[in-house]
T-cell receptor
């Protein structure tokens, strides 16, 4: 079974600062995807960024980037130039590829607060 | 494109009643997934369906819970004889294909409260 651990229940930074959210996971699989989802107060889950395990290059989407360390099973999210609209719950998630169930396994989340 | 539509957004049921949660996937999406989010927790996978078929229900409680995705109409998650522990937010997600390169689109969830 796969597990995803987010060790920071809550983080708070000032607007325009850079913040890093941590995520570690445990799996014996070699082929998988990792994701960061944002859940604002509206509750909708919004995909922030995705990383394929077979790719060594870290994924980047505008102000969002990841530090993927496959050997360490670590997948942190960096948010640069943070904005008030970034305030939300952030969930790290894992998905096996290549057969069988392909549901997502989520961590418990980090509540990120951007202060004005 | 209206995205994934879930209704109702909020549902209150007394213990012992039935709860029916509906999910209309994005247009063209034939793969539907249901997740449950307990307070202070991440989402937990419940069931994966394609049109008229249950593909994986390994996350679904064995009793009182059922899901369907008929040929016509929305996917339905049904909870019979609800108990207080069923209180949670239930999310539906859809995908256009099984291939992992294609991502999930989530709905805004149904918050079920059992009183």
């Amino acid at each position: 079974a796969q597990t995803v651990t987010q060790s920071q229940p809550e983080m708070s930074v000032q607007e325009a600062e850079t913040v890093t959210l941590s995520c570690t996971y445990d799996t014996s699989e070699n082929n998988y995807y990792l994701f960061w989802y944002k859940q604002p107060p509206s509750r909708q889950m919004i995909l922030v960024i995705r990383q394929e395990a077979y790719k060594q290059q870290n994924a980047t989407e505008n102000r969002f980037s990841v530090n993927f360390q496959k050997a360490a099973k670590s997948f942190s999210l960096k948010i640069s130039d943070s904005q008030l609209g970034d305030t939300a719950m952030y969930f790290c998630a894992f998905m096996i590829t290549g057969g069988g169930a392909d549901g997502l396994t989520f961590g418990k989340g980090t509540h990120l607060i951007i202060q004005p | 494109n209206a995205g994934v539509m879930q209704n109702p957004r909020h549902l209150v049921r007394r213990r012992g009643q039935e709860a029916r949660l509906r999910c209309s996937p994005m247009k063209g999406h034939s793969h539907v997934y249901w997740y449950r989010q307990l307070p202070e927790e991440g989402l937990k996978f419940m069931v994966y369906l394609q049109k008229e078929n249950i593909i994986d229900e390994s996350g679904m409680p064995k009793e009182r819970f059922s899901a369907e995705f008929p040929k016509e109409g929305p996917s339905i998650l049904r909870i019979q004889q609800v108990v207080r522990g069923d209180s949670a937010a239930y999310f539906c997600a859809s995908r256009i294909t099984h291939h992992p390169d294609y991502g999930y689109t989530f709905g805004s969830g149904t918050r079920l409260t059992v009183v």
